[in-house]
């Protein structure tokens, strides 16, 4: 690519900066993945296998040493520090959990996966959460945890008097003004109009605006205009394209059960298709909620109804299970912790999962309410054990249809009779022609009758045998795939449901005392009765969206105001316990949540009256007296720049460059190509699974929302851009990804050849609309920046079109495309 003094300044050298992160963080508080670490695969092994001679309750201390607290651990016994943060060949511990210079535990070797996790958290650094005195008793964590702001009663707050009445445009705007102004500080000008429009563009709808959109923006001077676009574009389907994403990565979500065998999961892409139409039918929050907990347990009107309340459960098994473990009491257990861990992830901003085997250290939730919680997925079908090995399987329900759906079915089935009839006709004579030529060819002589030599007649045996291999795999295919009953994965009560033993330190064959259904205590201590016969999770989705839950709306709005602003009120948006961060402005947050309540718990209304604010209008350029006061921004001065998400970086390339194609869903894998799908003999020991060979053409120009996710490897196909840009990785429920900046990324901007393919798209199309230098470069900065381009920028892009016709504006393009302003949402 050739040099230009000032043009679009490359990734790259932001990119570069990535290799400074670790050193500038060094000091910095443990994030949530570290912790989460820690207490799923570090502590429990401590608890379990060493505190019964290290730790303050063991009856005699051995070789001085503790393990039940960080600093005890890090200065260690009479053999010196257990463990050197980073240098694992230095830490004592491993050297004692491998058994070489020690044996630790003395009554047996560690199994190698678990010595396995411990190396990795040594080499994380060893973050150790457990700072300060021991824990209080369950009862007096929960009396005093109530008085954490999370949990007070949300209320509307009054708007605060500001001394400028002439800047708020909607209610939220007082509130950061008032914090502001008791702050000497003023807020940034206005973004100009150019800005306004490719942010809100692309906060709504992952996509830019075109440039007749554009166009007609800057023609509309009305005081309706803004609102005018903000309508268009909530209106339009790529909103629930864009915010269905968003949830997904609450979910788990991927196109594959767990990540053994590439196994397909046929049915998920009817819960991505379901939250797409959530969003853009903008169904209320609370209704969300109920029927992702509890669809298949509420009434409906309709078979369309019913089939979205059973297509919402999903939401409760489409994680990383672990379908081929042989220990199915553990299986049960762990889908039931990973249902609590989402639940309380995504609904409640809490980490549940912690208290799976003792109780929670920071917040006021004691291993029985976790049980407590955990007995309504206990008493819930989720997997069950298939015909195959020890395979399980996601459960899966069948969907209600409609007449016309019916008949459409019904339609399909009699061209499938026909074809499996056709393709089992032609194995039968093909078989039979076969056996024929098998038999003539036993003789040395040429056989009576036929004309055709002897090499002739094996020539054609030979083919015979390879085309009856062919329709055998074609009607097993057909076989498997024929018309059936629509499916998707979900749950269902079981026959008998029942309370749930705690397990001793997570281990399923060892159990403690029945703790009876409930919810979390410091949130709320009522919970409607639960027939004998049901599961109880109606009762718990009831709990969650009631209006006094108080951390369902707070966690909700909390989450929008970051997709908007590019940090929560709470920047821990998904954990609001007592190590979370406390919000920079909680009256405003309160007074969100009471609203977003009030206004029926509709997303659409809250994000429309936030992206129609003053504050969300800022420019991202910061004043200096601001910078030096406030440099994190959290007084809310400004607003903040941040890149791309992968989704949104591949999809404008796919616009701008006029490739994308529209989607109404439907699978992702490409399952009807018989060489794609593998071991769907049912009397294969192994189940279904899939290869990633093969692609529809029109996969490579849809949204990547659309595209299959995969668990067990990078991404695959068209979409292989996600692995560079932090997406999030399938296994984990995520409400805010992070953003890396490292060489890798620069690399691939660069040199991909999915970005000279986009180039070279963009040049030729640009080419095409306009017919002189000076008004193509006007179209290109137009589609791809989405404003004008300057003077200075339309003399250093003559560097790029000097001599080389095509090949220069291919050339330009790339720069442009790889700009870091085109990664930007400023």
């Avoid at 300044?9 to 570069?16: D, Q």
């Avoid at 257990?333 to 208290?355: E, H, N």
């Avoid at 969907?399 to 019916?406: A, F, G, I, R």
């Avoid at 196909?717 to 560079?724: D, H, K």
Wanted: aromatic share 8%; glycine share 6%.
């Amino acid at each position: 690519m050739k040099n230009a003094k000032h043009i679009l300044r490359p990734w790259a050298m932001f990119a570069c900066m990535g290799l400074m992160l670790p050193l500038l963080h060094a000091d910095a508080p443990l994030s949530e993945k570290q912790i989460a670490f820690f207490e799923k695969r570090v502590r429990p092994v401590l608890v379990e296998h060493c505190y019964e001679c290290h730790s303050e309750g063991a009856d005699k201390l051995k070789g001085g040493l503790r393990v039940d607290d960080s600093e005890s651990l890090r200065l260690g016994g009479e053999s010196g520090p257990a463990i050197v943060p980073g240098d694992v060949e230095q830490s004592l511990l491993i050297d004692a959990v491998r058994y070489e210079s020690l044996e630790m535990p003395p009554e047996g070797k560690l199994p190698n996966a678990v010595i396995a996790d411990l190396i990795r958290w040594v080499e994380m650094g060893a973050p150790d959460p457990r700072v300060g005195k021991p824990a209080s008793s369950p009862k007096t964590a929960v009396v005093d945890g109530r008085s954490h702001w999370a949990f007070q009663p949300v209320e509307l707050r009054q708007r605060p008097d500001v001394k400028d009445r002439s800047w708020p445009l909607a209610e939220a705007d007082f509130f950061i003004l008032s914090r502001l102004e008791h702050e000497g500080l003023t807020p940034a000008e206005d973004a100009d109009r150019y800005t306004w429009l490719r942010r809100v563009s692309f906060d709504l709808t992952g996509l830019p605006p075109t440039a007749d959109v554009i166009r007609s923006f800057q023609e509309d001077t009305s005081p309706q205009a803004e609102t005018i676009v903000v309508d268009r574009l909530l209106g339009s389907r790529a909103f629930g394209e864009r915010w269905a994403r968003h949830w997904l990565d609450l979910v788990g979500y991927a196109d594959q059960i767990g990540t053994s065998n590439n196994v397909f999961a046929e049915h998920a892409w009817r819960y991505r298709d379901y939250v797409i139409n959530a969003f853009n039918a903008d169904k209320p929050f609370d209704r969300f909620v109920r029927e992702q907990i509890a669809g298949d347990l509420l009434p409906y009107g309709s078979a369309i109804e019913q089939a979205e309340n059973l297509t919402a459960t999903g939401f409760l098994v489409l994680g990383d299970v672990d379908i081929v473990e042989a220990d199915k009491a553990k299986l049960h257990v762990d889908i039931i912790d990973q249902q609590v861990a989402k639940v309380g992830k995504a609904f409640l901003g809490m980490t549940l999962g912690c208290a799976r085997c003792h109780d929670h250290k920071f917040d006021p939730i004691p291993q029985r309410d976790y049980y407590a919680m955990a007995g309504f997925f206990h008493s819930t079908e989720s997997i069950y054990k298939t015909d195959r090995g020890v395979w399980s399987d996601v459960t899966a329900v069948g969907l209600p249809e409609t007449e016309p759906q019916q008949a459409a079915r019904a339609e399909r089935a009699v061209r499938h009779t026909a074809r499996l009839a056709a393709l089992n006709e032609e194995r039968t004579q093909a078989t039979a022609r076969k056996s024929a030529l098998d038999e003539l060819l036993k003789n040395e002589n040429a056989p009576e009758g036929e004309t055709a030599s002897r090499d002739e007649l094996m020539k054609e045996r030979d083919q015979l045998a390879g085309r009856i291999g062919t329709l055998d795999r074609q009607i097993v295919h057909a076989e498997f795939f024929a018309p059936t009953v629509p499916q998707a994965y979900g749950v269902r009560d079981v026959a008998q449901p029942t309370d749930m033993q705690i397990t001793i330190r997570g281990n399923p064959h060892i159990l403690g005392d029945v703790v009876p259904r409930g919810v979390l205590q410091a949130a709320s201590a009522t919970l409607p009765d639960i027939p004998k016969s049901e599961s109880g999770r109606l009762q718990l989705a009831d709990w969650i969206a009631n209006p006094d839950n108080p951390l369902t709306p707070r966690v909700t709005v909390n989450r929008i105001w970051q997709k908007l602003f590019g940090e929560g009120l709470a920047r821990s948006v998904d954990y609001l316990g007592l190590r979370g961060e406390r919000p920079s402005h909680p009256a405003l947050l309160d007074h969100l949540a009471a609203q977003f309540m009030r206004d029926g718990w509709s997303q659409k209304q809250l994000i429309r009256s936030l992206v129609l604010s003053r504050a969300y209008r800022m420019s991202s350029r910061p004043n200096e007296r601001a910078r030096a006061a406030d440099p994190d921004n959290r007084l809310l001065s400004r607003m903040n720049p941040r890149r791309l998400d992968a989704e949104a970086l591949r999809d404008a390339l796919l616009a701008v460059s006029g490739q994308l194609q529209q989607s109404a869903g439907g699978p992702a894998l490409p399952l009807e190509f018989p060489e794609n799908v593998a071991n769907i003999d049912p009397k294969n020991v192994n189940p279904p699974s899939f290869s990633l060979a093969k692609w529809r053409p029109e996969q490579a120009f849809q949204r990547t929302v659309y595209l299959p996710v995969i668990r067990s490897r990078p991404q695959p196909g068209p979409a292989e851009l996600r692995n560079v840009f932090d997406f999030t990785q399938p296994a984990q429920f995520a409400g805010q990804r992070p953003t890396t900046a490292v060489p890798t990324q620069a690399l691939f901007l660069m040199n991909s050849p999915v970005m000279k393919q986009h180039a070279l798209a963009l040049s030729r199309r640009i080419m095409q609309e306009a017919s002189d230098n000076e008004s193509r470069l006007q179209v290109l900065w137009l589609r791809a920046l989405n404003r004008p381009i300057t003077g200075q920028e339309a003399q250093e892009a003559e560097v790029f079109l000097t001599d080389d016709g095509e090949d220069g504006w291919i050339e330009l393009c790339h720069a442009v495309l790889a700009s870091n302003e085109f990664l930007m949402r400023l």
